[in-house]
């Protein structure tokens, strides 16, 4: 257990709709980072947040958007669905930006 | 801009062999690098790490990587598998400014007795 906790852990959905994700880091960590994890992509880099700031973004789509509130735990919002999100959507957490980084069990989206 | 090539999409080995999983990694800048694994429907597990200093970087489950500056290798190696190491293996770099990590396609390991 690494101590990142995700919900829902499976999410069954139509095309056009719109999903939320969450995710809350370990103790004390700071820093949070989306993954999206796919037969064809493999391991992408969503965005990462630290201490409730965007710090870095990577392969987001537009219709998908992030933030992290006060208590440091974060949602993924992904809008306007295609059948291509389907995916595991993975949450990692660190100390800091520089420190390891520690995945939760994933979020596995399906679009039908 | 960081990228990792693992080299083997899958790697068939016997019970009690030798194995290695081979990472090569392209940067402009320093990098850290890692080790995940990923068993059947679970999330990432950080088997290793990279950060400075000794080149030999041991890990869990008896698990240990080189890191080889000249040839931009990361290789991991493990001298005896066991049935319960059968995962996903990926490779992954960061940069020293610390920001997402670039992972690999990842290595099917299936061990067999």
């Known amino acids: 257990d690494s101590g990142v906790t995700q919900t829902p852990k499976h999410l069954i959905t139509a095309t056009g709709q719109r999903v939320t994700l969450r995710c809350s880091p370990r103790?004390?960590?700071?820093?949070v980072y989306w993954y999206q994890q796919s037969l064809d992509q493999g391991l992408q880099f969503l965005i990462q947040?630290?201490?409730?700031?965007?710090?870095a973004k990577g392969n987001i789509l537009e219709r998908f958007s992030a933030q992290q509130f006060p208590d440091l735990h974060s949602e993924l919002n992904l809008s306007s669905l295609e059948l291509g999100d389907s995916a595991l959507y993975f949450c990692?957490?660190?100390?800091?930006?520089?420190?390891?980084?520690?995945f939760g069990p994933g979020t596995r989206l399906t679009v039908l | 801009a960081q990228s990792v090539t693992q080299l083997d999409s899958q790697v068939p080995v016997f019970e009690e062999a030798p194995v290695e999983l081979r990472c090569n990694y392209s940067?402009?800048?320093?990098?850290?690098l890692f080790w995940y694994v990923q068993y059947p429907n679970q999330g990432l597990q950080l088997l290793l790490k990279?950060?400075?200093?000794?080149?030999l970087v041991k890990g869990i489950n008896g698990f240990e990587a080189e890191f080889n500056k000249s040839q931009t290798s990361f290789h991991l190696r493990k001298p005896s598998v066991h049935i319960s190491d059968t995962a996903e293996y990926f490779c992954?770099?960061?940069?020293?400014?610390?920001?997402?990590?670039?992972f690999g396609k990842g290595t099917s390991l299936l061990v067999t007795p």
């Open positions: 990692a957490s660190s100390v800091a930006p520089t420190n390891e980084q520690f």
């Open positions: 103790s004390g960590d700071l820093s």
């Open positions: 947040y630290y201490n409730g700031e965007e710090r």
């Open positions: 940067s402009s800048v320093s990098v850290y």
């Open positions: 990279y950060l400075s200093g000794s080149t």
């Open positions: 992954a770099v960061t940069p020293h400014s610390g920001y997402a990590l670039n």
